[in-house]
Nanobody, 126 residues
Framework: QVQLVESGGGLVQAGGSLRLSCAAS????????MGWFRQAPGKEREFVAR????????YYADSVKGRFTISRDNTKNTVYLQMNSLKPEDTAVYYC???????????????????WGQGTQVTVSS
């Protein structure tokens, strides 16, 4: 059973930065590809970023590419999302997700992921 706990959300002004963390309690964290998704009120959950099991490969949504960076520390069972140059449209609840199969295809689909955290709120003011 994999448990994921997000932290680091909060209120920030446009142009500012935040770093989100996701702590995993699974037995084999190194075996999971990890992703970040976000959901604004009234909207569907959307893909943000994904990182491979080793941390070598990353994949980003076009809306955040160049501004956000996903990384992981397998010695700490933690994945991070560094968010720079934040915009009001980045406001959402951000969710961490674990993909136990860790295939390269369908990385941006919610159905690819097996476990989800409870989310952390990010609010960007203008």
């Amino acid at each position: 059973q994999v448990q994921l706990v997000e932290s680091g959300g909060g209120l920030v002004q446009a142009g500012g930065s935040l770093r989100l963390s996701c702590a995993a309690s699974g037995r084999t964290f190194r075996s999971y590809a990890m992703g970040w998704f976000r959901q604004a009120p009234g909207k569907e959950r959307e893909f943000v970023a994904r990182i491979s099991r080793s941390g070598v490969s990353t994949y980003y949504a076009d809306s955040v590419k160049g501004r956000f960076t996903i990384s992981r520390d397998n010695t700490k069972n933690t994945v991070y999302l560094q968010m720079n140059s934040l915009k009001p449209e980045d406001t959402a609840v951000y969710y961490c997700a674990a993909d136990l199969v860790a295939a390269q295809s369908s990385a941006a689909q919610s159905s690819t992921y097996d476990y989800w955290g409870q989310g952390t709120q990010v609010t960007v003011s203008s």
